[in-house]
């Protein structure tokens, strides 16, 4: 009995605690992550449009003009199975991925930190707080409806 009340306040506590913008939880017994998008596109360019959601959480539609940014902090499940996706779009381009799941877990480094940038040429990726060395990661794909 009492193993389960434990996983039950486990379970518990971490739904409660996933995802929180703006201040970082205190995760129990998981690990915490911070997940940042920036837009890094030309300074005359149109905004970058990020949708992102996990299965549990919405955390919306947001427009990104050039230097913003949009960062979230969560607890891992205590199933280690969280997963978020973001869909970017700008212009005519779009790209739809999983900016943190069980797999990705390891390329968030030490920090725990996942920093992606979206330029004109593609997405990029660093795991690194303090320099933010960017790799490119995805291209863009062309918007099928703009295809029409």
């Known amino acids: 009995m009492k193993i389960l009340v ?5 379970v518990t506590l971490n739904i409660f ?6 201040k970082k939880p205190k995760c ?3 690990t915490g992550y911070e997940v940042y998008v920036v837009n890094n596109l030309p300074a005359s360019s149109p905004p970058l449009l990020l ?11 947001h427009t990104l003009y050039v230097n913003q940014d949009f960062h979230f902090h969560f607890c891992e499940s205590v199933f280690a199975d969280t997963t978020f996706s973001c ?33 004109s040429d593609g997405i990029y990726f660093s795991n690194d707080s303090k320099t933010k060395a960017l790799e490119l990661t995805y291209n863009w794909e062309i918007n099928q409806a703009s295809r029409i």
């Open 87 to 119: 869909e970017f779009r700008w212009e005519s381009k779009e790209k739809l991925f999983d900016v943190f799941n069980a797999a990705r877990r390891k390329l968030c480094g030490k920090d725990n930190f996942c920093y992606w940038a979206a330029k």
């Open 17 to 22: 605690l996933t995802p929180i913008r703006g």
């Open 51 to 61: 949708n992102c959601a996990s299965k549990d959480d919405k955390l919306g539609n």
């Open 28 to 30: 129990f017994f998981t």
């Open 6 to 10: 434990t996983v039950f306040l486990i």
